[in-house]
């Protein structure tokens, strides 16, 4: 866990052009690790700049920051973390019974490692949840690797219900989980500090 952590500001913002480089190599890392642990979640390498600057032309992807990662390694650092929320529901996944338009969806959630066990994901769960809320729908979704009980169970254990998994050989990910709007499981000081601007499409 990163020593300066909780120490200074982490600031919760939509992502900007500028911000893609950084984005696409905390991506990049996050997929080559969780493919050292045997998860095949994303591609090897992350994604390319086609699949990611849409998200950040569209308002829907955020990065968390830290104050001081520019004095630290210079314009185009990887964020702190990465999250796109939207209204996005993957056809392939997501059916008319489930009602899709009363959700958000999470997409690329990824912590840089140095911060892994600070809470991070849970507080951006939370103020995704919340975002939810406020929105006025129901349920927060997501979708992982069918293959990786450690995250599927890390899910249940922040409040998320399995839904069901949708097995296409095409596709690692079709674990699908669901939690109430509004739920809060973390317990990291950053929640209380996030604000960002409203919700695109609220």
């Given at each position: ?97 489930d009602a899709p338009g009363d959700a ?8 840089a490692r140095p911060w892994s066990g ?85």
């Open positions: 866990m990163h020593s300066n952590t909780l120490l200074h500001p982490l600031t919760l913002r939509r992502a900007e052009p500028a911000d893609l480089r950084g984005v696409l190599t905390l991506l990049a890392d996050t997929a080559d690790w969780l493919l050292s642990q045997g998860v095949r979640q994303w591609p090897r390498g992350g994604f390319g700049a086609e699949r990611i600057s849409p998200l950040i032309a569209s308002g829907v992807l955020y990065v968390l920051d830290d104050e001081l990662r520019y004095l630290d390694a210079g314009d185009g650092a990887p964020p702190v973390a990465t999250m796109a929320l939207d209204r996005a529901a993957d056809a392939e996944f997501w059916t008319a019974q958000l969806y999470v997409h690329k959630l990824a912590v600070a809470g991070l994901g849970d507080a951006l769960l939370d103020w995704a949840g919340f975002a939810v809320r406020d929105a006025g729908l129901s349920w927060l979704r997501l979708d992982c690797a069918k293959a990786n009980p450690r995250l599927q169970g890390y899910y249940r254990s922040r409040g998320f219900r399995h839904v069901r998994t949708v097995d296409l050989p095409h596709r690692a990910s079709g674990a699908l989980f669901q939690r109430p709007a509004g739920v809060r499981t973390g317990v990291s000081e950053v929640f209380r500090d996030l604000t960002v601007p409203e919700l695109v499409g609220a």
